[in-house]
């Protein structure tokens, strides 16, 4: 009797060490949703890097290339991706997915993604990242000085 309690308590005790332990790995993950229809994608990804969205990308869409080119030490496939968004055209939804990204999307002739490529961060993200808010520069339009407007 003592023998089974025993085994029936370590039993328990590894078990929730296995369901813990699997729950933080999920945490440090982050959460990442993604459904691709026949042309529109569906997406919730909360805290996820960015290097495992493109691999959930490439798992989910077969046929989607990443090629990676990052400049810059400061640049990091780890850094966390957060977005929300349903039933969006496949152009849309990748853009909103790779926003602080610098990009480029590659369709073939039929408006089929077919890969994409990552150049690093993009300006507008590096300012947000130095705690700078980026706001756009205005331009006044020229006038023309009024002596040439009159008539002779």
Known sequence: MRKVSKA???????????????????AEEGYIDLDFGNRTLSANIKEAPLRAV???IRKEKEGIWFKIWLKGSKVSLDEKVSVQFKDLPIRDGVKRILSTMNYSLIFDNHGKL???FLLGRSARSRDRVRGRAVVPRRRTPTRAPRHHLKRK
């Open 8 to 26: 029936i308590v370590t039993f328990i005790a590894a078990s929730l060490l296995f369901f813990l332990s699997s729950a933080l790995i999920i």
């Open 54 to 56: 493109i691999g959930e």
């Open 114 to 116: 077919l890969g994409v």
